[in-house]
């Protein structure tokens, strides 16, 4: 059984839950996800399943689309709906549609930000959501992230608050901070209020199945239309295809002099007949020849 499933994470549910309750249903225990999202925040969750595990490193630099709210007037220790209140600023008037339009546009491109302290990246091997919890302050690396487009979405020119933005961005943003940021630059404190995840990895929120939907699939013993194929997965890598005889080869993970048409520096696919044998890169210390970094077994 390999492939990936396309989840639709519904709130309250960490990522491991997910992992844990598909290898509860599907009766496996090779099984991992390709992005964490956290148990507030809905949305796309590519769950790789037997041999498509090998994939997920490779998924994790694509980039990623959300659909956020920004709530003004109130900020919180979570940077989100659950935190506790730090500061609050009434609002006369909700920001203008050409001010909103201008703060949005300064965030757009390659832009700093430091992790919120209730987050799981580690700092001197420690978790920044353990310190939170036990109320240390401590100091945060700033990172860089890239926002490819930022966009407001409202109807017939309405503005609300909390107001809705549309997010394409790189691995390793945090929404909440974006959020936090742009309030600043609207002149208030601010929180994301909503978030669901409508794109990742080139897995788009159209094709996403729910926990009810694998539910009834199994029923139906009907697994195999569940499961994406792995090679949706390394749609993004240069293929190079092999013949019969090369097949045997790669799969046995061999190393081979490295053919001339190979023309990228990253790692590629390897493919027989539009079938994923392995990822291959080029030897580090040996430029003339290429090597596995992951073979499948998905065709046995």
């Known amino acids: 059984m390999h492939g990936i499933i396309p989840l639709y ?27 964490t999202l956290d148990p507030s925040v809905e949305g796309v969750l590519p769950i790789c399943v037997g041999e498509a595990t090998k994939v997920i490193s490779f998924l994790l630099p694509l980039h990623k689309q959300y659909i956020a709210d920004v709530f003004l007037g109130r900020s919180t220790t979570t940077e989100d709906a659950d935190g506790e209140t730090v500061e609050e600023k009434t609002l006369d008037s909700v920001p203008t549609e ?49 926002i490819y487009n930022i966009e407001h979405l409202h109807s017939d020119g309405l503005i609300t608050n909390p107001f809705r933005i549309k997010v394409t961005c790189s691995k390793g943003t945090y929404i909440r901070t974006l959020s936090v940021d742009i309030g600043k630059a609207l002149g208030y404190p601010a929180h994301m209020s909503f978030l669901k995840r409508m794109e990742t990895d080139g897995f788009h929120l159209d094709e996403t199945i729910t926990f009810e939907e694998i539910e009834r699939k199994i029923d139906e013993n009907n697994i195999p239309s569940i499961l994406l194929p792995v090679e949706k997965a390394v749609r993004h890598l240069y293929h190079y295809s092999v013949d019969e005889k090369m097949k045997d080869r790669v799969l046995q ?48």
Do not use: W
């Not at 549910?13 to 992005?35: A, E, F, N, P």
């Not at 799981?120 to 109320?135: C, D, M, P, S, W």
């Not at 790692?267 to 090597?291: D, G, R, T, V």
């Open 253 to 300: 993970g061999q190393k081979f002099p490295k053919p001339s048409d190979i023309m990228t520096n990253d790692p590629f696919a390897i493919m027989y007949e539009q079938k994923l044998l392995a990822i291959y890169e080029i030897h580090p210390n040996h430029p003339n020849l290429i090597k596995p970094v992951r073979v499948f077994n998905l065709h046995k």
């Open 98 to 146: 050409e001010e909103i339009r201008q703060v949005l546009a300064s965030f757009t491109g390659e832009i700093i930000q430091i992790p919120p302290m209730y987050s799981a990246i580690k700092v001197n091997g420690k978790k920044l959501y353990e310190y939170a919890r036990e109320n240390i302050e401590i100091e945060r690396p700033e990172r860089k992230v890239m």
């Open 9 to 35: 994470k519904p709130k309250g549910m960490t990522s491991h839950d997910c992992v844990m309750k598909i290898r509860r249903m599907l009766q496996t225990k090779k099984v991992g996800h390709t992005g």
